[in-house]
């Protein structure tokens, strides 16, 4: 087993990771950021400039800043979108890699032998229920 790394190895190796991890969060951060203040704005809107106040404000300046969204931060979903693809892909890596190793370091059970199918099987009687099923199959 290889001894483990100092802590100057260790955060060498998270740097990156964590960089990235930061860009991903970032990313987050400022699209809802940019969200609320948006939602806020349209709400003040309506609040002061309509008839509509309260819970029914804030449910219409849902709707309509979700749909001002939909076309102003179009370029910061993306972003999201991407920061968070690169994420999860990572995650999906590292689980690939860890299946793998595991694969690779456990032998089967029986030593890696293939079971011969063209040999009848053994004396467990499933040779004989298999026929049995066979046999009410075709009545």
């Known amino acids: 087993m290889p001894p483990h790394p100092g802590p100057s190895t260790t955060s060498a190796y998270l740097r990156p990771v964590a960089q990235k ?3 991903t ?15 806020v ?6 609040e ?4 509509i106040h309260g819970l029914w404000a804030a449910a ?12 102003v931060l179009d370029r910061q979903r993306g972003r999201v979108g991407v920061a968070a693809g690169r994420f999860f892909g990572r995650i999906n890596a590292r689980i690939e890699e860890s299946a793998r ?3 690779e ?3 089967s059970a029986d ?18 229920d298999q026929s049995e099923h066979e046999a009410v199959d075709k009545q």
């Open 21 to 23: 991890e930061r860009g």
């Open 60 to 71: 219409s300046a849902i709707l309509i800043s979700g749909a001002i969204s939909i076309v």
């Open 101 to 103: 190793a595991e694969d």
């Open 25 to 39: 969060a970032l990313a987050i951060i400022v699209y809802t950021l940019l969200r609320v203040a948006l939602f």
């Open 105 to 107: 370091d456990e032998p």
């Open 41 to 46: 704005a349209v709400w003040v809107l309506f």
């Open 48 to 51: 002061f400039l309509t008839p």
């Open 111 to 128: 030593g890696g032998a293939v079971p011969d199918e063209s040999q009848p099987p053994a004396a467990s009687g499933e040779g004989q």
